[in-house]
């Protein structure tokens, strides 16, 4: 990654996944915020192919400003996001 290599090692729903068993230890989103945050991402990634696309997990980590939680499907939504042109 230091060098710019943000190609896929590991495949996106096993780490959207690993994302949700940390969340079910936790016990809810509020206790842990920034991982509901990153698998929302992941969650949106997957759900719109995002990732297969740009061979990388639909935006890279340092591309993140800031998002918000939909309540109904824990996908994440950039604040600013107008969409795909």
């Known amino acids: ?23 079910d230890v936790a016990g809810s989103n509020d206790v842990a915020p920034t991982i509901a945050a990153a698998r929302g991402v992941f969650r949106t990634s997957i759900a719109n192919g995002w990732w297969r696309e740009h061979d990388r997990p639909g935006v890279s ?18 604040e600013d996001f107008d969409g795909f042109a």
């Not at 340092?62 to 939504?77: C, K, M, P, S």
């Open 1 to 23: 990654m230091l060098a710019g290599d943000f190609s896929l090692q590991f495949p996106v729903e096993l780490i959207e996944e690993d994302f949700g068993y940390g969340l």
């Open 61 to 78: 980590i340092h591309e993140i400003e800031f998002v918000t939680l939909d309540q109904e499907d824990g996908h994440a939504v950039p």
